[in-house]
């Protein structure tokens, strides 16, 4: 019976890396196809919506999450260009706070992870819009 714990926790440890690949693998609920479908992008509409004071910000450059598990670091790293902070990419924005080390946030940040991650990366009391950061 000596080898029952160690078999039983190399098989929880088995289960729980199936299912880490699997949640992973997974695909995205709406194609990427649909979503192009249902936006609507004439030269006209993106002229005016890049004119716009905050778009100006980005100079036409919007980047996307990595992975799937990535949203939030990818949404404050473009918020970050927004308001002119350095850490404007995924990698940048995570770098030494212990999130998502492996490259996937396994199961996702929450939005308190989220504005800690937001306030470990800037100096700032409060950004702009009234959030608060390092005060």
Known sequence: ??????????????????????????PAGVSSETIQLSVTRTPALLQRAWSLPVARTFHHQVLWQSNASRCGPASVANAFRSIGEEETTEAAVLDDTGYCWTGFCLIGLTLDELADLARMKTRRDRVPGGGVGRG
């Open 1 to 26: 019976m000596r080898w029952a714990s160690p078999l039983a926790a190399a098989a929880v440890v088995a289960l729980l890396a199936a299912g880490a690949a699997t949640l992973v693998g997974m």
